[in-house]
Structures are given as C-alpha cells and as structure tokens.
C-alpha cells in the first residue's frame, strides 16, 4: 500500500513521494489572528493536525509550519476599536489559539511564525522581486507585484490574471498600474502600525508574508503546502508568482487544500456573520464529538454544520465510545480462547488502505465501527480471550493517535473507570443489605453523570449514556 494524495496543482491523485527519503516539509497558511477560532477554522485545523498525524503514523519525519497573520487591515481596524496596539490585539488572539486547539485535542505545529516577526526577511524578498523586474513603488511608499510581466497565470485554479481584480482582499488602488497587480508591501498610513524599508515607511502585503516564512524555514521547494479551498486563488496562486520569481521554482510539490465548513449552503465566515465559534460549541460537545463530526466527512468535500448534525454525530459516536469502553471494562476478566489476531490484522490494513486513499477519514472511521461490532459480537458470546480484549484496545488506541476520537482521559483521571466500578460494587453491597434507598441513590446520581446500570445474568455492568 502507498499513500496518494489529491494534489490541486495537478488536478489529481498522485503517488506521495517526499522530496527527501521519509522526510517530510509541510506549511499550512494559519488564521488571521484578530478575534476568537469559529468552526470554519477547527474544521481546518483538525484536518491538517490528521494529515501531520496520519504522516507521522506512517513513519515520515513531519516539519509542520503553521504561520500566523498578525498584521493586517482587519487587526489594525479591530485594535483601533478597542484602543490597543495591533500587536497586543495579535498576541491576546494567539494564545487564545493555543488555548483553543488544545482543547480540541490538535497537536502543536513545530513552528508558528508571525508576519510581525519576519520583516527583514520579507522585505529582503521583494528587494528580489523587484530587482527582477515584477515590483514596482507607488508614490505612497507601496510596492506592488507587476502582472503584465506574468506569462502563465492560474495553474491551481485555473483562474485568469485579471480576475485577480475581483479576488482582491481589498479595494482596487488607483495608483497600481494594472488592477490585477497586488501589494507586496503597502506604505505607511498616519497612525498605522509600520517598518521602516527601503521604500519607506510599511507593513507587508498578505501573499508575502507566507512565501518569505516558507522560504526561510523550509527552504526553496517543500513537500506539501496546505490551506482551506478559499485560498486557491488569490493566495496560492500569488505565492507562487513571488516564489518563482525569486527562486524559479513553484515552493510546494504537493498541494492540499480542505473543503469549506458551510452554513445553509455558504461558507462560514465572519464577514457573513454566520459562525459559530469554537468555544461556544465546546460548552455543549466534546472535543471528541467535534473531531468526529469534521473527519466523518472526507477533507475535500463540503460539510453542512448545524447544531442537529453535531448532535448526530455526538449520538453515533457514543455507540463507538460505549463499544470500546466495554471490551476496556471486560478485559482481564474473560475465559475464550479467540485472541481476535487475525481480525485486528485485518482492520489495521483497512484503516491503512483508506487512510493512504487521500486521508479519507470517513472510510477509516467506518472500518473502526465494523471492527468494533465484530469484537463484540465475540465478547457477548463469550468467546473472546483476554489477550484479544487487550489486543483490541491497542490496536484502537493506536489508531486513534490519527483521529483523537476515542474518550482518553488524562493520566491523572486514569483510575475513572476503576472509581465507577468501586461505586457499582458499594451499590450491590447495600443491596445485600436491603439498603435499597442508598443503593437506588447511587444508580441515580450514577445516571446522572451519563452512566448507566444494566442488571445481567453475569452481574451489573455499566455503560456511558
């Protein structure tokens, strides 16, 4: 089996093959960082934190990158509202950030640059680009990008040069000589936040800022470069334009790009006004519950939030949950002799056959469902032995390291299981002793917490609700 991704710069599935033996570059274009992650952003973030993750399962040597765009017209505005500096506005969002993908359970890139940081080196790229002959200044001190020098436009989206007028960020500026040229760097307004350069006083352009960070921390020509679907054009498309220039090389051999978190069919965005953010979702779901209902659709495509999905989602994903937890809770205590070998093997080859099918997460979950009916269909007819109850957990928990699905208490809340089963024993104990009233008491405030008691002909078990 060989990994295939879908590569956009070639509109197809191809073969992974590193540039580097097992070794792995990988950028992803991060969030504008002026105010909190809404679901559109974790629906990004999940999926390439699986891509590192699925990467590392298979051996690769990972280098995840990760930038932040922490100055930019939207910061500048916000921090003017609320009476701050840019950067302070920034940096407050940025450990937000952290704050809120570790609660979603998404592993650390190995580098978070931000744009703020890396001001010599961006300009220093476009000091290239210009003396090449693509940038140009305006009498205001900005710097544009030169299209009509441009002979091949478009080969991520099939967008043509001049559309860039309308994948604009912002507004077209009179003093650009196409209106397809773009800024490179955008000269001092009074009171703005700025650097000084070579043309004056600036701040960067959107599109460089990402070349000169790849650039300097990857190198000239990496493995994957990452991002949503919207990014395609203009974004992607610029940053090879600076790339080529000052290199002659397009900066990625692999293009990924995940498909649009919607909301009654549009895109889910804050200039629309129909987000929901990430902490709002998080009082009432799971970090589990969240991963499950973004990587239960392939990355590629569209996937309709509502809150009814999410409920959905939580309500199947229990069933995995209790599936697992009753093969954990019954391990160490069985007598069949099935050690489930041959079915483990085969469920880690299935994973790893959907998984290597561009990441798709959908069937691979799915492999995990059927995987965990047939351990327990041998679990209720007493024919699974413990060393196939273990061997099952492990192979779970091995693969959820890609997904994160799986309910993994921290290791100080390790004994959880062990403390509920203790309280099903008390339970049984006053039973004996026809203290009915605080055993009832204890199965109630048992289900309060979402565990359930169920009476057997091999005793009580439990189960999470």
């Known amino acids: 089996m060989a990994l295939k991704v879908f590569n956009t710069l070639t509109k197809k599935k191809e073969a992974f093959i590193p540039i580097e033996n097992n070794k792995v570059k ?80 998404v592993k650390r890139a190995d580098f978070y640059p931000r744009a703020s940081e890396f001001i010599p080196q961006i300009i220093d790229m476009i000091q290239k680009i210009e003396k090449a002959g693509y940038a140009y200044k305006t009498d205001d001190g900005s710097v544009y990008f030169s299209m009509d020098k441009v002979k091949e436009y478009g080969i991520l989206s099939g967008a043509k040069a001049d559309e860039l007028v309308a994948g604009a960020r912002i507004g077209i500026d009179e003093m650009k000589r196409n209106p397809a040229d773009f800024a490179l760097w ?23 800022e990402c070349s000169a960070m790849c650039l300097n921390l990857l190198g000239e020509m990496i493995d994957i470069h990452g991002g949503g679907n919207d990014l395609i054009f203009p974004h992607h498309e610029n940053e090879i334009l600076q790339s080529r220039v000052v290199t002659g090389k397009i900066p990625a051999k692999y293009w990924l790009h995940n498909g649009m978190l919607q909301v009654q069919e549009e895109k889910m965005s804050k200039s629309l006004k ?56 019954a391990a160490g205590n069985l007598k069949g002799n099935n050690d489930a ?50 061997g099952a957990i492990s192979f779970l928990e091995e693969v959820d390291e890609v997904l994160g699905i799986l309910p993994r208490m921290p290791t100080v809340m390790g004994s959880t299981d062990e403390l509920i089963q203790i309280l099903v024993d008390v339970r049984q104990e006053l039973r004996k002793r026809k203290i009915f009233d605080l055993a009832d008491e204890i199965r109630e405030r048992l289900a309060e917490k979402g565990i359930k008691l169920e009476d057997t002909n091999e005793g009580v078990k439990w189960k999470r609700i």
């Open 186 to 208: 955008k000269g001092a307004k009074p009171g703005e936040i700025s650097w000084p350069s070579p043309w004056g006083m600036g701040r960067p352009g959107w599109h460089i």
């Open 341 to 390: 070998r041959e079915l483990i093997s085969s469920a880690r080859e299935n994973f790893i056959r959907q998984m290597d099918d561009d990441f798709n997460t959908r069937g691979a979950i799915a492999v995990l469902f059927d995987f965990i009916r047939e351990i327990n269909k041998l679990l209720s007819e007493g024919l699974l032995s413990n060393e196939g109850a273990h």
């Open 274 to 329: 129909n987000f929901f953010t990430v902490r709002q979702v998080l009082e009432n779901h799971t970090k589990e519950e969240i991963r499950f209902f973004i990587l239960n659709t392939h990355y590629r495509g569209p996937l309709s939030y509502s809150d009814s999905a999410l409920k959905e989602a939580a309500t199947s994903l229990k069933r995995l949950h209790n599936a697992y937890l009753e093969v954990k809770s």
């Open 26 to 105: 990988m950028y992803v274009c991060g969030v504008t960082v002026y105010d909190d992650l809404h679901m559109g952003h974790a629906r990004h973030i999940i999926v390439f934190d699986m891509i590192v993750r699925y990467l590392r399962y298979r051996g690769y040597q990972v280098t995840h990158v990760t930038n932040f765009t922490d100055v930019d017209d939207k910061i500048i505005n916000r921090a003017k509202e609320l009476g701050i500096s840019p950067l302070q506005l920034s940096s407050m969002y940025i450990e937000r950030y952290f704050k809120e993908i570790e609660a979603l359970g």
